[in-house]
């Protein structure tokens, strides 16, 4: 049986990728930052789950004894980075970790992971868009080469500042890792932009969702009259980046920066969704005006990821991904 490595396994995109790496007969050890959240998910994952404590992957040698422990591991998967806004601490909270935790992962693995043969690390959209250009549909189209030209002084006048910053750095720096060190490994990075979908298991569904999940679990929180919040871009399923990192390991492709994106989004279509497919919640999600998502592409900054589209078969949209969030959160 094969083993991988996935860390940050108790996060949201994590456990979707561990969820199918076990439905597809490997074995799966993660890291975690406690026992437990590490033994909720072998509860919910099964005997084939196994889990190491590593509570701070910014710390030296973070990943050294999980990974002297597990020899025979053949693929890397980095998912865990702060995505936490609430810090006064931008450096050491969002940026450091992310950028160190990314490093000391390929560090143990060129020391310990002897049986490493594929790296794959989670990037973010947010490490290619121009910050400043996001809602300029004639801005330069970002593709998978491109990089967001926010500078790391930048970064630290807000945590989403910072975390822009703290994706691309690490994912700049696990490249450059790759290109000047001896190291028995393919590298891949995946780029998602917006994630939502459901939680992999139903004990994932709690009060305050993942960041990105709560864009939509906080609309239940709402009234008919609340604003609606403003937040348009495009998303991806979790489903779909889930599949696309077993394809960056299990395939050949290398050296490849993959950018999942499946279509547009805009809080308002969603609102519109969960109205329509769910009547019970007409009291709660705000009505805001109805259709007016419909035209995101003509305040939207243009991209391109025909390269990554040609790795992903029948993408989830967003009106499946918004009535199956939405469904797991009610039936819960
Ligand atoms: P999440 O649920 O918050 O998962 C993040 C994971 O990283 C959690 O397991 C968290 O552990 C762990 N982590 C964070 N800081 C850590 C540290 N210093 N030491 C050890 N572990 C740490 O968020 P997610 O949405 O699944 O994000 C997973 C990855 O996808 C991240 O790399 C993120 O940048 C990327 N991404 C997410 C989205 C999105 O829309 N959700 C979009 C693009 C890219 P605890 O929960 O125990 O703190």
Redesign the pocket.
């Known amino acids: 049986m094969q083993e991988v490595f996935v860390?940050?396994?108790?996060?949201?995109?994590?456990?979707n990728i561990v969820k199918l790496l076990i439905s597809k007969g490997y074995k799966v050890i993660g890291?975690?930052?406690?026992a437990a959240?590490g033994d909720q998910l072998k509860k919910d994952a099964g005997e084939n789950f196994d889990y190491e404590i590593?509570?701070?992957?910014?710390a030296p040698n973070?990943f050294d004894e999980a990974l002297k422990k597990h020899p025979n591991v053949y693929a890397f998967l980095h998912?865990?980075?702060?995505?936490?806004f609430a810090t006064e601490d931008i450096a050491n909270d969002i940026i450091k970790?992310?950028v160190e935790?990314t490093l000391n992962a390929l560090k143990s693995v060129q020391k310990y992971g002897t049986n490493v043969k594929k790296v794959v690390i989670?990037?973010?959209?947010?490490a290619k868009l121009d910050y400043q250009n996001i809602y300029n549909p004639d801005a330069a189209v970002v593709t998978e080469e491109s990089w967001n030209p926010i500078t790391d002084e930048e970064g630290l006048l807000n945590s989403m500042f910072g975390?822009f910053v703290?994706?691309r750095n690490a994912e700049k720096a696990a490249w450059e890792f790759v290109k000047t060190e001896d190291v028995k490994f393919t590298l891949n990075t995946i780029?998602?932009?917006?994630?939502?979908g459901p939680q992999a298991y139903a004990s994932g569904v709690k009060e305050t969702a993942?960041?990105?999940?709560e864009l939509l679990n906080g609309l239940l929180k709402s009234k008919p009259d609340s604003e609606m919040p403003v937040f348009d871009g495009n998303f991806v399923d979790?489903r779909d980046v889930a599949k696309l990192h077993l394809h960056a390991f299990e395939s050949d492709v290398k050296d490849f920066k993959y950018l999942p994106i499946t279509d547009y989004f805009s809080i308002q279509t969603c609102a519109d969704i969960i109205r329509e497919k769910f009547p019970s919640l007409r009291d709660t999600v705000p009505i805001g005006t109805p259709g007016a998502g419909k035209d995101v592409h003509t305040r939207y900054s243009p991209w391109d990821n025909k390269k990554t589209m040609a790795y992903l078969e029948d993408p989830i949209s967003l009106e499946q991904s918004v009535v199956d969030t939405i469904d797991q959160i009610v039936n819960k």
């Open positions: 860390s940050g396994a108790s996060g949201y995109i994590a456990q890291s975690v930052r406690s959240k590593v509570e701070n992957i910014g973070a998912t865990a980075s702060p995505v936490a970790p992310a935790g989670t990037s973010s959209a947010a975390y703290s994706k780029a998602p932009t917006l994630v939502i993942n960041f990105s999940v979790v």
